[in-house]
């Protein structure tokens, strides 16, 4: 984040070093408002877990004690039975603070109601576990000690009861052997910190039955059993925790914003010292450039005629027109306007006479359309004795001389 923040002031300063050359180039100051950034009040940092991170396993052992109906025949003294459990559980710490988990236990359960009485249990449940130390001590990924309240919802299977004091009646008539009970549960756990990946962890449970856990039904309206387990807890991958405080780079952020507030004061300086200097500097004269020579276009030389014909065709136009905005523009030269015929159609004189006409043409159209003073054009007529081109048709043309 540093990074980016470096790149946006940076351009920053560019920016304004850029402007600020240009404007005391051009004599011009211009005030900017400085940069400044608002104190965000809300400091807190916020975490996320990314897809696959903070699962678990955890494999334990532990004790049972079931608190159930107890009494003995004969006046003898019940007993609180404690036999073993194992556990298997899987889990997930979805923030630093919550998580959830699947645990399984399997044990036998003993306790007196009449006489000793047994029976075999399987228990599955859906906890959710606070994080205690994270949520009031701050986070700490790897805080040696952590102390982790929850509570879960689960089901619960006993089997192969053997009791004489069940009294719970099935539908033919005798006493029901196993039951299916859904348990409510809270504990806590202590949790140790090893390694990265490895804890070790104390815990014990309370579940709330209704009145039927061991196939008997008086005296208390709920059971319950209570579990100590202890074990190891084996973190996938660790644990990982993206932290993001948006007032973390505040500081930061501020100094950069004061260097850029320093370095446009320095630019307001310097432009403001660029400006006085130019003042005082004496204005150049200018000395006027004469104006560009026009430039003409050059006296076309020909104008073309189809064959047995003396009138000027729309695309021969173009060159006589040319060559009257030359004479134009050079009044002290003159033209001889000289007309000649192909020798292979015609005979010599009739093709003078067609040299002629075609001269004439020429010499109307720039004297009358055009305005070019008569005195300044001659008419020569060379019929078809003298060819100026080895190619027969090209000779049917008007070609402009200069004159004396």
Not at 150 to 155: A, D, H, I, T
Not at 309 to 331: F, G, H, Q, R
Request: negative net charge; proline residues 3%.
């Amino acid at each position: 984040m540093k990074r980016n923040l470096l790149y946006v002031a940076a351009t920053c300063a560019c920016g304004l070093f850029a402007t600020a050359t240009a404007n005391a180039q051009e004599a011009v100051v211009v005030e900017e408002e400085s940069v400044s950034v608002v104190d965000v009040a809300n400091c807190k940092t916020h975490y996320s877990v990314d897809k696959g991170d903070n699962w678990f396993i955890q494999l334990g052992a532990g004790i049972d004690v079931p608190v159930f109906e107890n009494e003995l025949a004969g006046g003898k003294d019940p007993k609180r039975h404690i036999t073993a459990t194992y556990n298997l559980g899987v889990g997930r710490w979805f923030s630093p603070y919550l998580g959830f988990r699947l645990s399984a236990y399997y044990g036998a359960w003993h306790w007196d109601n009449v006489n000793f009485s047994k029976a075999q249990m399987a228990n599955l449940n859906l906890d959710f576990m606070w994080d205690m130390c994270n949520s009031l001590g701050g986070v700490n990924a790897s805080r040696p000690v952590s102390v982790i309240p929850f509570v879960g919802l689960g089901g619960t299977y006993v089997w192969d009861i053997k009791s004489e004091g069940r009294n719970i009646m099935k539908k033919d008539g005798g006493t029901r052997s196993r039951e299916w009970l859904l348990p409510v549960s809270a504990g806590i756990q202590f949790r140790f910190r090893l390694c990265r990946y490895v804890d070790f962890f104390l815990e014990g449970r309370a579940s709330f039955y209704g009145d039927n856990a061991n196939g008997c039904a008086y005296d208390k309206s709920i059971d319950i059993n209570v579990q100590a387990i202890g074990g190891f807890s084996f973190n996938l991958g660790g644990v990982n925790y993206n932290a993001y405080n948006e007032c973390k780079d505040l500081a930061y952020i501020n100094s950069l914003n004061n260097q850029v507030n320093g370095l446009r004061g320095e630019l307001a300086a310097t432009a403001a010292a660029l400006a006085a200097a130019q003042a005082q500097l004496p204005c150049p004269e200018v000395k006027e450039s004469p104006a560009p020579a026009k430039v003409y276009a050059p006296m076309m030389s020909t104008v073309r005629f189809t064959i047995n014909s003396a009138k000027i065709s729309d695309e021969e136009m173009v060159n006589v027109y040319n060559t009257a905005e030359y004479l134009k523009s050079n009044p002290d030269v003159n033209v001889v306007i000289k007309g000649y015929a192909d020798k292979d159609t015609g005979t010599a004189e009739y093709n003078q006479e067609l040299s002629g006409r075609r001269a004439q043409a020429v010499y109307d159209t720039l004297t009358k359309t055009y305005g070019i003073n008569s005195n300044r054009l001659s008419i020569d007529a060379e019929g078809s004795a003298t060819q100026p081109y080895d190619t027969n048709d090209w000779n049917r043309i008007v070609i402009f001389v200069p004159g004396n």
